[in-house]
């Protein structure tokens, strides 16, 4: 009994460590390395609150790395930030376009859930168009691309509404 016991924990402690050591390290790339060319640029920006232990925002950070979402992104002139609601980097709001550090801006926009999908267009000079609290998953993400590279929005309500009627105007 003893050996099954030792060997069981011995097992977890290992697949543990292995887990912990696959991990790519979060947040290396600074967001205003996104948000200030995106603004620049008259680029759709999309800004995603994330928590370092938030297992839908890792399953979030595989889906954009996937090659038909990339693509749609880059065809609807989409940038995504990522931004740790932790984090003390200084960020520049896309709003007020005020510097602040990452908690800061998470405070500012009332962020609870993680993920927490934000999105700001240019032709509304960044003010917060939408947000889309928790996990989005990769089929809606590409639709919420495409809603706003078509600019849906100025025909049809929300998005919802254009999930509804089938990624239509």
Known sequence: ???IV???VLMIAVSLLSCNQ????KFTVDPNSVIKPAMENKKNLIVVFESETCQYCEKLNKDLKDLQLKESLIKNNIDIAIVNVEGKRQV???E????M???TLTSIYRV???PTIAVFLPEKDYELFGIIP???PKDYFIKLADYIGTRCYDKVKSFQEYIDKGGKC
């Not at 696959?22 to 390290?25: A, D, H, T, W």
């Not at 007020?96 to 510097?99: E, I, P, T």
């Open 22 to 25: 696959s991990k790519e390290p």
């Open 112 to 114: 609870t859930g993680y």
């Open 6 to 8: 030792l060997t069981v």
């Open 134 to 136: 928790g996990y989005l």
């Open 92 to 94: 520049i709001d896309p």
């Open 1 to 3: 009994m003893r050996k």
């Open 96 to 99: 007020s376009k005020k510097v």
């Open 101 to 103: 550090d990452e908690q």
